[in-house]
């Protein structure tokens, strides 16, 4: 049965990464993959055309598609908006829509781009690192919350971490798959000796490990994973955390890569139904001029073919073709080092396109 996808281009570089993106599924298209494109507004563009950064209609798009591409919102043009319709809450009210609570942010560092990491290479070549974060619970959505006024008339900030036991499991359950799928480790990283939150957290990890004897689960407190990060990534194959520690760990992980022009995400609701998109912002620096890095994007496709239209091997081309492309040498402005040939956006969805 034919797959529908909704594609939301969004601000800024968004359109143009799309665009190459689109190519790509488009050659798939030839080969048998059997997909529609329907294209909507989302963001500052949507506020543009009918003064909301999410239209009903994107919202119905959405719900009605086997899968959603994004690419990007935001930029200078929409920064004095009121907040309740600036381009970002589009993105936030989309992933609340769908309940997307699995974010999945791989941090692949292709051993040919080793040198444009921070940290040493022989640390990074061939790092292949799944973050695994909850992204509709804990601490950001927890109640109560609010700055309240003590009797002594100091001002006292609150927040509330609180994780059911059921919100512990469907993120689990989602981990434990995944790393079945790859090398069989999963790392559940908390703060159980602190959070009795995040000791129930542990518990329900544990439990759940008895179901999954081909996984290989170990604990790490955060603090002590964001050292293991930058000091040994390549220990790690899968992670799963919450919210908060995902947010700050799946940050400082894509930074292990060198660009962020190369990192895909996918945010998954309980069927894997899943939006797909870059980890990058609508970058408005560089927005038009034909000069973005696509393969975040393109790698977000390879992920919805792999996680939402069960095409393991259509997406597995496309990695296959992202690698190929690097091995020539061809590098878009934020990957160039010297001795590689400088690309544009298009002619890099191109070379990739001729690669497949
Ligand atoms: P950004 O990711 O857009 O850009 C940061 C830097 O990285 C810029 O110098 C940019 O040119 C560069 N960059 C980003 N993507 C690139 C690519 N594909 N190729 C080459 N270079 C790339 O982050 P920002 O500047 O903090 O935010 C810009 C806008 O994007 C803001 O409005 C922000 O709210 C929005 N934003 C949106 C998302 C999203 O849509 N998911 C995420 C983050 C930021």
Redesign the pocket.
């Known amino acids: 049965m034919t797959k529908k996808i909704a594609v939301l281009p ?1 601000d ?2 968004g359109p143009e ?1 799309v665009a190459e993106a689109v190519k790509v599924m488009q050659a798939l298209q030839s080969d048998g993959l059997d997909i529609e494109l329907e294209y909507g507004f989302i963001g500052g563009a949507a506020y543009d055309e009918v003064g909301t950064p999410l239209p009903a209609e994107t919202i119905t798009l959405a719900k009605q598609a086997d899968a959603i591409l994004l690419g ?4 200078y043009k929409w920064e004095e908006l009121d907040i309740s319709v600036r ?2 809450k589009g ?1 936030l009210g989309i992933r609340s829509e769908l309940n997307l609570f699995a974010n999945l942010r791989p941090a692949i560092l292709y051993p040919q781009l080793a040198d444009a990491s921070t940290l040493k290479s022989e640390v990074v070549a061939g790092l292949d690192l799944m973050i695994v974060r909850e992204l509709t619970g804990g601490i950001y959505f927890g109640q109560p919350r609010g700055i309240r006024s003590l009797d002594n008339g100091e001002k006292e900030g609150f927040n509330t971490l609180v994780y059911k036991e059921s919100e512990i499991n469907r993120i689990g359950q989602v981990a434990f798959d995944i790393a079945r799928k790859r090398q069989g480790r999963l790392c559940s990283v908390d703060k159980a000796n602190v959070l009795e939150a995040t000791e129930l957290w542990r518990e329900t990890m544990a439990t759940m490990a008895a179901d999954y004897e081909d996984v290989e689960l170990s604990h790490m407190y955060v603090d002590n994973a964001a050292m293991q990060l930058v000091r040994a990534p390549k220990q790690f194959d899968v992670m799963v955390t919450t919210n908060m520690f995902g947010d700050i760990l799946s940050d400082c992980a894509s930074m292990l890569t060198g660009s ?2 190369m990192l895909p995400s996918a945010s998954l609701d309980e069927n894997s139904k899943g939006m797909y ?2 980890i ?7 927005a038009g001029q034909n000069l ?2 696509p393969l ?1 994007t393109i790698l977000s496709v390879a992920m919805m073919l792999r996680y939402s239209l069960d095409e393991a091997t259509m997406a597995d081309r496309i990695e296959n073709a992202v690698s190929k492309v690097l091995d020539s040498g061809l590098r ?3 990957i160039y080092s010297d001795g590689m040939t400088k690309v544009t956006t298009s002619e890099m969805g191109n070379a990739i396109v001729a690669a497949l």
């Open positions: 969004g800024g570089i990464i990007a919102v935001g930029g381009p970002e993105l962020i022009g998109e870059p990058h912002g609508s970058a408005p620096d560089i973005a890095n975040a878009t402005g934020d």
